[in-house]
């Protein structure tokens, strides 16, 4: 697509989104103060039915999914499935509408200071989401015709490794890698894209005890005192793949080093005076593209089975399991996102990885070329002070816009 028509197309998006910037921030609050906490994965139903009557507002049909899952044990999950457009080429929009857990309520009520909204989901990934829904709406109200069809796939459970989200509509043929073209959703990148990610493994270690009163403990068995144990030699494993470094550019630079973390969730004990019959904790294991995930796994069970051979009583659950994934910054689709992203902001985006597990790997994995663009900053996703920036929002639903537009016909500009 030629350079003035790029102009021309930027400059009109641009204009249609002046003309919704405040329904597009009132929807941003609407869907931040419905608090989607993940765990344990709460109020899904009415975050869904409040995305799908925004699209149904301008009269673009959704689909909602019920997501069977009784056999887990869980409330049932749901996804949103909507498109724009026709053909056999499809370009996916993909984001989550869980978030994690809020440090307190006042974090949903989306409080807007200066030009940052405020609140947990602002960054991680309310704010962009709402910017893909509007991004639809842009390229409708401009009549335009696009080149292929624009998907809409929103998901819940991404926040702890989407077996009920992407992983399930993947498995039951609601994405499909025939037609898949390209694959855009916006996580935190504060304007730079991600083309790769780490691969990760998450544990759920639950070590069985007898319980007894204190003054017995010697006929009991106190599983806290075990997990000491277990997680000293946990922690040896950490110093050791925690000196190792990735070679890829990540932001922000300290966190290049391989991770090994313990007890982002730790429970345990009933009273003071009684011996702990259970302890439970997590164990987060990010890795390196350099490092061999499998190789990476197995380490770690290793030092699980040791102390299960020495007779400790150990349940393991596996929470979410990743391999890391990339594509090239050379891409010819890398390229035409980056000429949509220098059109609408003026800037040439960075590319990087992302430290944490992504979705596009499930896209990437299948052929399909996915990148990660979105309005908030990384630094402070998950904080108690998370924050998106208003005017970011804006730009994000223009660069998705236009993005649609050129990724669907395949145009480096
Ligand atoms: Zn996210």
Sequence with gaps: MKGSKQKRLAHAIRKQIRMLREDLLAFVQDLVRIPTENPPGIRYAECVKLIAQRLNRFSIRTKILRVHTRAAGIRPRYCLLSSYGKGTRTVYFHGHYDVVPG???????????????????????KGGLAAMVYAVHVLQRLDIRLP????????????????????????????????????????PTGG????????????????????????????????????????????KLKHCVERRKTNFTVAPGESRNSILMLGGMCRGGANFNIVPDECSFTVERRINPEEDFEKEKARLLNVLDRFRRKGMRLEIEVIQEGESVGISSDHYLAGVLVNSIKAIS?????????????????????????FAYGPGLLTCAHSPDEFVDIERIYDCTAVYALAAINLLSGDNI
């Design 103 to 125: 440090s307190d309520r006042h974090q949903f009520s989306a409080r807007i200071k200066g030009n940052r909204l405020y609140g947990r989901g602002t960054a991680d990934m």
């Design 148 to 187: 292929g069809r624009l998907c809409l796939a929103i998901v819940p459970d991404e926040e702890t490794g989407g077996r009920f989200g992407t992983q399930y509509l993947f498995k039951h043929g609601h994405i499909k890698e025939e037609g898949g073209s390209a694959m855009l959703m916006p996580e």
């Design 346 to 370: 003026g800037r040439r985006p960075k590319f990087y990885m992302c430290p944490g597990l992504l979705e596009i790997r499930y896209y990437l994995k299948r052929g399909i070329p996915a």
């Design 192 to 235: 730079a894209v991600w083309n790769a990610c780490r691969g990760a493994i998450s544990l759920m270690i639950r070590i069985k005890g007898k319980s007894v009163h204190v003054v017995l403990q010697n006929k009991g068995t106190n599983a806290f005192e075990q997990m000491v144990g277990l997680s000293s030699a946990l922690l």
